[in-house]
């Protein structure tokens, strides 16, 4: 059968919903790791590794040994209780081995749990998987997750409480990310409100969950935009090795840059151009554009983003030497064009 990851959580909540094996492909190995563990610890326990209830394999494991992932599944465990075999990075030459273990399976065997890279549709594994009533196939694809599933997310990591907006502002956020990350954000998100009864809010999630990576970057970026002269150069001491990207720095200054031409431009006023920004900008943050936005004007923005860009196009240039000193030099030459 195809399960569909919305469907996961139903499905495991009954044991009578388990399957004799799940194969879990994908391009996005973080996911289709997630899902693995999510699967085993639904089946047969957290602590099922401990308890000498868990055996991995890998498929280079089954090569010239088709017998041996058979003779896992109907091994019997010594501490009793439910066991699973984890076979991992199968390919469609392991299918032989993983037919013959699946296809004589009884009750109080091994569960078996299969992770795999994109499987063509026509290939015998995933066919056998999606064919079968006691198999479950589950396709995991690149998409960023909808407003349903983050909030199914969000139950999971027990955050039920969510505020007005919270939903929304996380489901523009995570747009901007990887959406293999989504996840991992998510759990940050939980144990940042651990001992938090208040609800989840705008505020939490920034604090969480930046919106464009690192958040050393960000706060240079908004000492430009603030006209802050004279922080400039100490935030940019303050990077780490791996912020430390002058072509990254200059991207994304001129992104805030654009955020704010953006709004001075719009011919409805400022509140009407603060709307039209995408991911939208909530709370203190907006706070802080409405002041940033004051202090410029439509010609310093557009000198600022010509002084960027030129640049951006030197430090490009192969051999350029000392990139960060230029970029320095013209982030607190920008704070001062009129």
Known sequence: MNLYLRNLKGHLAKDSNWKRGYLIYGADESTVSQIKDTIINA????????????????????????????SLVEAQS?????????????????????????????PGYAHV????????????LRKKFENSNDLASIGVYVEHPTSKELRSLLEEANLKSIAPGALEYLEHVSG????SMVRTWIKKLAL????????????????CFPENGDRGIEELIETVADRNQAQVSPFLRKLSATELNPVMICI???????????????????????????????????????????????????????ILAETDRKIRRPGFKRPEALVERTLINITVTK
Do not use: C
Not at 78 to 106: E, M, S, Y
Not at 192 to 207: P, T
């Open 252 to 306: 994304r200054t001129k992104l805030k840059l654009r955020a704010i031409l953006t709004v001075i431009s719009h011919n409805d006023g400022l509140d009407a151009g603060l709307r039209t920004l995408r991911p939208p900008v909530f709370g203190k943050r907006r706070d802080r554009l409405k002041k940033q936005v004051s202090k410029w004007n439509i010609s310093s923005a557009k000198k600022a983003m010509q």
């Open 43 to 70: 089946v047969v326990g957290p602590n099922a590794a401990k308890d000498f209830r868990l055996d991995r394999l890998g498929g280079d494991d089954l090569v010239g040994n088709s017998s041996h992932l058979k």
């Open 176 to 179: 901007e990310q990887e959406p």
């Open 192 to 207: 940042y409100k651990l001992d938090d009864a208040s609800e989840l809010s705008i505020e939490d999630i920034q604090d």
């Open 113 to 124: 749990v299969i992770t795999a890279s994109p499987l063509n549709k026509s290939t015998e």
């Open 78 to 106: 010594f501490f009793g209780g439910r066991r699973a075999v984890l076979v991992q990075k199968a390919t469609p030459q392991n299918a032989k081995a993983i037919f013959a273990a699946l296809d004589d399976w009884k």
